[in-house]
């Protein structure tokens, strides 16, 4: 057993599931937790699974009977994770990629770096014709993520990997926030623990049509909307971040898609 697990839910995306396990690098030493939400289309062949993974480390499977929703797969793969000596949990989606040994990177950053307990990378964006679409330069320091996780997640979901410790006194993902969880449980963590993002590009996420942060945009900004209400504060950048995300609840996507690309 290695000392860092990566987490990845999966519903009805094989293909998604089989690229993302090819994306690790052979020299990675981790193992994978898979846990399907109750696919029924698109269900997972193991065999194809474990061929493709060529990293140093164990795959383990999660099924669901029924579909629960992403935070409700999340949070069943994390009790799993709870009862086993990890160390370290890692995310990843389906469909999303690995660039470079980015899971040794993050795991010696954490074990040299012991006050900061969640690490995340800047990110590539591309089509999913794999088409570079843009880059995502995150915040390094914690003063500046905290600050600016009330406009937007500081943390890229699929980037992170964080110290299992956490989640004694952080808990789960929240589930009353739909289509926001990563949101509200990075905000948890970070107002008890320090953050940081490696300022290198070792993750490429997948901008799928129909992908959750498209389709359901509104209910996921109304969320944010929430959550930021939940850690309001009278200052700058908490009325800043309600006041951004009550324009962004009514601005097309388009218009957003179009000034993440004129900022490259």
């Known amino acids: 057993m290695n000392s860092a697990i990566l987490l990845i839910p999966h519903f009805n995306n094989p293909e998604g599931l089989t690229k993302s396990l090819r994306s690790i690098d052979a020299n990675e030493c981790i193992d994978v937790l898979i846990v399907d939400d109750g696919s029924k289309k698109e269900q997972i062949d193991e065999v ?3 061929l493709a993974f060529k990293a140093k480390g164990t795959i383990y ?19 799993y994770i709870l009862t086993k000596q990890y160390e ?3 995310r990843l989606d389906c469909g999303d990629m690995c660039l470079g040994e980015r899971f040794r990177m993050q795991q010696q950053f954490l074990a ?13 964006a591309v089509g999913i014709d794999d088409k570079f679409l843009y880059k995502l330069t995150m915040p390094e320091n914690h ?26 006194t952080v808990g789960l993902y929240p589930t009353q926030y739909k289509w926001a969880e990563d949101y509200a449980f990075f905000f948890s963590i970070i107002e008890q623990y320090k953050a940081f993002n490696i300022q290198e590009y070792l993750s490429q996420i ?8 498209i389709t359901k945009r509104k209910q996921q900004v109304k969320s944010r909307i929430n959550i930021i209400k939940a850690h309001f504060y009278f200052g700058f950048f908490p009325i800043y971040g309600l006041i ?4 962004l609840l009514y601005m097309p996507y388009q218009l957003i898609f179009f000034i993440k690309k004129i900022k490259q």
Request: hydrophobic letters at 35%; zero cysteines; aromatic letters at 10%.
């Open 112 to 124: 040299k770096n012991r006050e900061i307990k969640i690490v995340g990378t800047n990110v590539i």
């Open 88 to 90: 370290y949990i890692a």
């Open 244 to 247: 951004r995300n009550y324009v």
């Open 61 to 79: 499977f999660e099924y669901l009977q029924e579909n629960q929703g992403i935070e409700n797969a999340l949070n069943h793969g994390l009790q």
């Open 143 to 168: 003063e500046e993520i905290r600050n600016k996780m009330y406009f937007n997640s500081m943390l890229i979901h699929p980037t992170v990997m964080f110290s299992k410790e956490i989640l004694t």
């Open 206 to 213: 997948e901008i799928n049509d129909s992908g959750i942060s």
């Open 48 to 50: 194809t699974l474990k």
